[in-house]
């Protein structure tokens, strides 16, 4: 089949092995697949993150529960965000049937123990013609919600799962620094539950635009109008969560620095580069920061059911699509946020 490959860092479009499916598993055709920065980071940023974690390794037995690591030096195919039609059903697999549309957290486990779907060497991400995914993991995509906009589940529940994190209720109101994917998904998430009002900040006046149609109240560029300002302005009142969904060097230092008194703050962006703060700023304004990372079982069947129930319209995210051969062009092309938010890959396109 054809996929695309990540080797020693590097990504190439190669005919690689058909995957087969075990005990519980079924085989699936890819029908679209998202592209996520944080594969665009792991690309550029993954190598020193990988030498940052081996340096930090005290020694402690590993989590028997944490996905098995990936070699960069083997061929990893990327790809987490991904809708699939079931062509195979492997031994004992009984809960899905052949022609199902479904969706699926990117986790497969076997004897081995768990896989990420997308940073495995053993099992390939959805840059690629077919997936294995564990049956008892997928979830059916209701009739008439088409391909492209299934595929939308796992971002926009990265978006549920840091909303959920930050403990943000309905006397808050929000500041998202960063409008790409991720920071989109926290905006998308705040409007459903209510909250307001919230701010959002970038330098993209594209990705602005967007953050405004996903239920943004007040947008700003922070080369003119500071974020902190923003809120001030129109409120200044309510007790502040800030969302940094940047995700680079300084942002987290950014957001302790303009965070008022016993703000929150939840760090969402995917930063793979060694950061530095200073702690007198968090010690001083007494600021909570909380990390999220991915989501529950729930929050994924939650962003499936908003979806298709349509309670967010997330079709303005949807910038760009390419097939299989375009993905290393893709990678480039949304380095420019004026251009794409959110590329999709087509296999059949």
């Known amino acids: ?163 959920a994190k930050s403990r943000i209720g309905g006397g808050d109101s929000a500041l998202v620094l960063g409008c790409g994917p991720v920071g989109l998904a926290c905006i998308a998430e705040l409007r459903m539950r209510g909250i307001g009002p919230i701010i959002a900040a970038d330098f993209s006046s594209k990705r602005r635009q967007l953050a405004e149609r996903l239920g943004a109240d007040v947008v700003v560029d922070p080369r003119h109008t500071p974020a902190i300002e923003a809120w001030r302005r129109v409120d200044g009142i309510r007790p502040l969560v800030i969302f940094e969904a940047v995700g680079v060097p300084g942002m987290i230092e950014q957001a302790m620095r303009m965070a008022p008194k016993d703000a929150r703050i939840l760090v969402v962006g995917a930063c793979l580069q060694e950061d530095r703060i200073h702690p007198i700023l968090g010690i001083g304004r007494e600021l909570n920061i909380q990390f999220a990372l991915g989501y529950t079982p729930v929050e994924f069947g939650d962003a499936l059911t908003a979806i298709a129930d349509g309670k967010i319209d997330l079709a303005p995210w949807l910038t760009g699509t390419v097939g299989i051969d375009g993905v290393p062009q893709a990678f480039a092309d949304l380095g420019n946020p004026e251009a794409h938010a959110k590329i999709l890959v087509i296999p059949d396109a």
Request: proline share 7%; hydrophobic share 45%.
């Open 1 to 163: 089949m054809r996929a695309a490959v990540m080797r020693d860092w590097q990504l190439r479009v190669d005919d690689i092995a058909d995957p087969t499916p075990g005990p519980g598993q079924v085989l699936t055709r890819v029908l679209a697949c998202g592209i996520c920065g944080s594969d665009l980071h792991l690309l550029a940023h993954g190598e020193e993150s990988r030498r940052s974690t081996e340096e930090f390794d005290d020694g402690r037995p590993a989590d028997p529960m944490a996905p098995i690591m990936f070699d960069p030096a083997h061929d990893t195919v990327m790809g987490h965000e991904f809708c699939c039609e079931v062509v195979g059903l492997g031994p004992g697999a009984e809960n899905l049937k052949v022609g199902d549309v479904i969706v699926s957290m990117p986790v497969a486990f076997d004897a081995q123990g768990l896989h990420g779907l997308g940073f495995s060497n053993a099992y390939n991400g959805g840059y690629a013609e077919l997936m294995v995914l564990n049956e008892l993991l997928g979830l059916k995509v209701p009739a008439g919600l088409p391909a492209h906009m299934a595929a939308l589940t796992e971002p926009l529940a990265v978006g549920v799962h840091a909303v």
